[in-house]
């Protein structure tokens, strides 16, 4: 089944709007923001895509080429792979599914990245990411630029027009 969504915004960056749920990254990190609208056109309820998630941020979290990777959801259910993260989500109906909170990924016991839900569905926030689902990654400069060409790739093979936007390349503490 093809996404419900036409579009995606990009965030490219550090966003001060945004800054109070920017909670995994450091300093050092850069950071990628995939915003995902939660509006369908059939529902009057914000909803999660699962399919666009699966067509466009599976892969993205691939093309890191890490060895290992740890899923968590809302804190408490921990699975050792996306993978397994899918399947569990894949179990639930349709109404209740919902991303992982958390998306690690490792080389050699080091995180190299990791994908955030940056959850603004039923708690308005800052225009650009107003009641969406919002993914963030947060790594060094080049396994974030991976994540990020990934989905433009995807987006482009799947006709989905991409809206990007620049943020501030560090943090504003």
Known sequence: MPPFL????LVSGYDRDAEARQTQGDETDS???????????????????????????????????????RVTFDGKVVYPSLATGMA??????????EPPRLVEVFVGGRRIAVVELEDWVYHGG????????????????TYVRRF????????????????????????SR
């Open 6 to 9: 036409k579009e995606i915004t």
């Open 31 to 69: 950071r990628l923001a995939v915003v995902f609208d939660s509006f369908h056109p059939t529902s009057p309820d914000a909803e999660f895509d699962f399919d666009l998630y699966k067509l466009l941020i599976v892969p993205a979290v691939a093309a890191l080429q890490g060895d290992r990777e």
């Open 148 to 171: 990020g060409q990934k989905c433009r790739n995807v987006a482009a093979e799947l006709a989905i027009h991409v809206v990007d936007v620049m943020g501030d390349s560090w943090r």
């Open 126 to 141: 800052p225009k650009t990411y107003h009641d969406s689902y919002t993914f963030v990654v947060y790594g060094e400069e």
């Open 88 to 97: 569990h989500i894949e179990a639930v109906s349709h109404e209740d599914r």
